[in-house]
């Protein structure tokens, strides 16, 4: 589990497609292979963020590519299937455990993103919000969400 229930979403996205499978608590960044206006372009694309980047948002869905001939979505779960819209947390506060292996983040750090979409406290990227809480016994750590364009 990335993300625990327990969060506050003040402004969501839901106008990007994502087409690799993802768990949720990533931290997404803009595709450079399209950027649709539409709210139905499927140009509008986002993908984990794989190094630096422009961070388009937090990923709420668990991202999943099943054989639907077989199989129902787990709509309990959250799940999307892949090359689905996306639902991305632009403004918030989250619960999540999606943190660099060995960072020990404490309240009042500037939360950035590495190269596989966790949150980390080194400044590898454009600052995504900030941590509220230093890591619990389980490892999760409560984080603001704050994404900025840059402008």
Do not use: W
């Not at 595709?31 to 190094?51: E, F, L, Q």
């Not at 099943?66 to 709509?75: G, K, M, V, W």
């Not at 819209?85 to 993103?113: C, D, H, Q, W």
């Amino acid at each position: 589990m990335a993300l625990k229930p327990d969060r506050v979403e003040h402004l969501t996205d839901l106008s990007f497609f994502m087409n690799e499978t993802a768990t949720r608590g990533k931290i997404c960044v803009f595709s450079s292979a399209g950027s649709g206006a539409a709210m139905d372009d499927s140009n509008a694309k986002v993908i984990v963020a794989t190094g630096s980047g422009n961070a388009a948002g937090m990923l709420l869905n668990d991202v999943v590519n099943l054989d639907l001939t077989r199989q129902h979505i787990n709509f309990h779960k959250d799940e999307v299937q892949k090359g689905g819209k996306v639902l991305l947390l632009r403004r918030g506060t989250v619960v999540t455990n999606n943190i660099e292996s060995g960072k020990t983040p404490t309240a009042g750090n500037i939360a950035y993103f590495d190269s596989a979409g966790d949150l980390t406290t080194d400044v590898d990227s454009t600052p995504v919000g900030q941590f509220l809480s230093s890591k619990d016994a389980d490892g999760y750590a409560k984080v603001e969400i704050n994404i900025i364009p840059n402008v």
